[in-house]
């Protein structure tokens, strides 16, 4: 495994023994489809909930990792700061695509023995779309770019 | 070792036989950007792994 594969396996591991469902969404998302771009954290989308809020707690804990909330009150995420990775834990999306909408198209895959779901390349480019920050807009040639090959590639071995 | 050069050349010769086909169509797409592309999406057919989260290190440089 790769120092990605590890750090998103140990992830998902603990994320799994605490039960907190979680799209994985961002840069990292859309490396996992393939696309050649790279990252410096790894961003997950989950629901706004008290009980996710427990949940987030426990498993910073478990990573060996502090949970903080950059820009308190404003921000709608929380991060998970550990000395190798930050994870980032976001309650919407730029696009204001709802959990159950992104989770419908997202794909299913494993990292080792772990289960990920993956938000579509599509919703990942419409929430960089949305945010429309330098570093987002930065990536979304690349990112379109790497779906218009990944659907003529589908096209030509059909 | 033998193995894994042969790998690079049959994902290569892949690469380009995708590129020679989907260019012409994806005449806007830079022929770098469209190689690396191609190379994304097929090298873990032929055992590349997912490698894209860095990390800092104390001197400042990033590695993979």
Same mark, same amino acid.
């Given at each position: 495994?790769?120092?990605?594969?590890?750090?998103?396996?140990?992830?998902?591991?603990?994320?799994?023994?605490?039960?907190?469902?979680? +799209?994985? @969404?961002?840069?990292?998302?859309?490396?996992? *489809?393939? @696309?050649?771009?790279?990252?410096?954290?790894?961003?997950?989308?989950? %629901? *706004?909930? &008290?009980?996710?809020?427990?949940?987030?707690?426990?498993?910073? !804990?478990?990573?060996?990792?502090?949970?903080?909330?950059?820009?308190? &009150?404003?921000?709608?995420?929380?991060?998970? @700061?550990? &000395? !190798?990775?930050? @994870?980032?834990?976001?309650?919407?999306?730029?696009?204001?695509?709802?959990?159950?909408?992104?989770?419908?198209?997202?794909?299913?895959?494993? /990292?080792?023995?772990?289960?990920?779901?993956?938000?579509?390349?599509?919703?990942? /480019?419409?929430?960089?779309?949305?945010?429309?920050?330098?570093?987002?807009?930065?990536?979304?040639? /690349?990112?379109?770019?790497?779906? %218009?090959?990944?659907?003529?590639?589908?096209?030509?071995?059909? | 070792?033998?193995?894994?050069?042969?790998?690079?050349?049959?994902?290569?010769?892949? /690469? %380009?036989?995708?590129?020679?086909?989907?260019?012409?169509?994806?005449? !806007? +797409?830079?022929? $770098?950007?469209? *190689?690396?592309?191609?190379?994304?999406?097929?090298? $873990?057919?032929?055992?590349?792994?997912?490698?894209?989260?860095?990390? %800092?290190?104390?001197?400042?440089?990033?590695?993979?």
């Amino acid at each position: 495994m790769s120092f990605s594969e590890q750090v998103l396996a140990q992830i998902l591991a603990k994320a799994r023994r605490v039960k907190l469902e979680m +799209i994985l @969404v961002g840069n990292a998302a859309a490396a996992l *489809h393939k @696309v050649p771009v790279m990252t410096q954290d790894v961003d997950f989308f989950v %629901r *706004h909930t &008290p009980m996710n809020l427990k949940k987030l707690r426990v498993l910073a !804990d478990e990573l060996g990792g502090m949970l903080t909330q950059p820009y308190y &009150p404003t921000s709608r995420m929380m991060r998970v @700061v550990a &000395p !190798d990775f930050s @994870v980032d834990f976001v309650f919407e999306l730029s696009s204001r695509r709802r959990f159950e909408s992104v989770r419908s198209r997202a794909a299913r895959m494993k /990292i080792g023995a772990q289960a990920i779901v993956v938000a579509s390349l599509e919703d990942v /480019i419409a929430a960089k779309e949305a945010a429309a920050r330098p570093k987002d807009r930065a990536t979304l040639r /690349i990112l379109k770019e790497t779906l %218009r090959t990944q659907k003529e590639l589908e096209n030509e071995t059909k | 070792m033998r193995k894994a050069v042969r790998n690079s050349q049959e994902l290569a010769q892949e /690469i %380009r036989m995708w590129q020679g086909r989907l260019q012409p169509r994806l005449a !806007d +797409i830079d022929p $770098h950007d469209l *190689h690396l592309i191609l190379w994304s999406i097929l090298r $873990h057919r032929y055992g590349g792994r997912y490698n894209f989260l860095m990390r %800092r290190q104390k001197d400042g440089r990033y590695v993979l």
